[in-house]
């Protein structure tokens, strides 16, 4: 036996043993993959109730290319929610479902609003703000 193929020998068993080594490490270490649907990087929820919700978030897109805001209208009257002031929808006092707007590349203030609709009164919600992916 030369020199040459011992060292081929101790090299493939150092490979192999760091191979088997880095795959049952690194799982113990990783962190666990959640589904797209439940990967919220900026995530607020709650319920209120008064004469208008409004909650101001700094978002940035690295975080996730869209934010959500989503109620469910636990009062008896109507509750408009708006983000920014653009996007709005308007829901019946038993009704829910969401809005959503795209988040820019710089970071900057996202503005959430729920207030009664049309007629003023007090709202009571539940309510969710996320920022997907």
């Not at 150092?14 to 270490?29: E, M, Y």
Request: zero cysteines; hydrophobic letters at 35%.
């Amino acid at each position: 036996m030369n020199l040459k193929s011992i060292f081929k020998g101790v090299a493939s068993s150092v490979l192999v043993v760091g191979l088997i080594a880095r795959t049952s490490i690194i799982p113990a270490f990783a962190e666990p993959t959640k589904s797209l649907s439940s990967k919220d990087y900026a995530a607020k929820s709650g319920s209120y109730s008064g004469t208008e919700f409004q909650a101001t978030y700094s978002l940035k897109k690295s975080n996730g290319a869209n934010v959500n805001f989503w109620i469910e209208n636990t009062g008896n009257v109507s509750v408009k929610i708006t983000i920014n002031g653009g996007q709005k929808r308007t829901f019946a006092p038993g009704t829910n479902g969401h809005i959503s707007a795209p988040v820019g590349i710089f970071s900057s203030d996202y503005k959430f609003k729920a207030v009664p609709s049309p007629n003023g009164g007090k709202i009571s919600i539940d309510y969710s703000i996320a920022q997907r992916g």
